[in-house]
């Protein structure tokens, strides 16, 4: 599945409002407090993860399938971050080796459960901790409601469950599946909301997003889409929608 720089670069501000500040300043610190640290941010996009988490020492592999994303984030990085062009589906060929974090923002709702399985046997196997960031939790709250909401959420949900490169997706079974897998291998789990908050001064990014939503849930059978997405985008002026979203940060256990 693809993804323009255009959208990253939108939903980039939101998203760096809507990571749960707690979770982000103890992933920080827990690399902050390492000489020489390793980072491997997985579905990279533009180095968005680079961005939020600040940490100028640390040396990042940022692994991406699109090269055209790859050449921007090193364009946007300084010299300690390097990049691999990789099809995630291939587990085995992730590197790595020397690093003490795996990171991904917006990943993992991509991705099957077998997928999610044979990442935590890798991290397990290696001891690495990872922190995942902006999984979408299959909720929605619209001000006004819409007659329609729960029908178009409901195909759009579906949507997110069919194959987007990397096996039958979980969409919003992402997050909770993870935070499973690596509690059943002995990390230490915490998770968090980070829920994407629509008001003033996100009309743009609102736009897109009802647009994608509508698309998907036509695609999954939804008949009243198109109407639902009209509505929307008049009820622009009066602005006011979450996106839920959970941020998962887990260490290795000692
Ligand atoms: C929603 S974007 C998130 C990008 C970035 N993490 C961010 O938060 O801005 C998902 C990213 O995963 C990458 N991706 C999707 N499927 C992939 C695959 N099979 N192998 C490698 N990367 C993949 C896309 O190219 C895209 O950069």
């Not at 079974?173 to 509690?183: E, F, K, N, T, V």
Request: hydrophobic share 45%.
């Amino acid at each position: 599945m693809s993804f323009s720089s255009t959208w990253l670069d939108l939903r980039e501000p939101v998203d760096h409002l809507a990571r749960d500040p707690e979770l982000l300043a103890r992933a920080r610190r827990l690399i902050s407090d390492l000489p020489d640290a390793r980072i491997v941010d997985l579905g990279s996009g533009t180095g968005s993860t680079v961005r939020a988490l600040d940490l100028p020492d640390a040396h990042w592999t940022l692994v991406d399938h699109d090269e055209t994303l790859l050449a921007e984030a090193r364009r946007r990085s300084g010299s300690r971050t390097s990049t691999v062009q990789l099809d995630l589906r291939e587990v085995s060929a992730i590197p790595l080796a020397g690093a003490q974090l795996v990171t991904a923002s917006a990943l993992f709702d991509l991705v099957s459960g077998d997928w999610i399985d044979a990442l935590v046997e890798r991290m397990t196997a290696a001891g690495i901790g990872i922190y995942a960031a902006l999984t979408y939790d299959g909720t929605m709250k619209w001000n006004p409601a819409d007659k329609a909401d729960a029908a178009v959420r409901a195909a759009f949900n579906r949507h997110q469950q069919t194959d987007k490169g990397l096996g039958p997706a979980l969409g919003p079974q992402a997050a909770d599946y993870l935070a499973s897998g690596l509690r059943q291998s002995r990390f230490d789990v915490s998770t968090a909301p980070s829920p994407w908050i629509f008001d003033a001064g996100h009309e743009a990014l609102y736009a897109e997003m009802v647009r994608g939503i509508a698309t998907a849930a036509r695609e999954a059978g939804c008949t009243d889409a198109e109407a639902w997405l009209e509505r929307r985008l008049d009820a622009l002026p009066e602005l006011n929608a979450q996106v839920g979203h959970l941020d998962i940060l887990a260490l290795p256990p000692a």
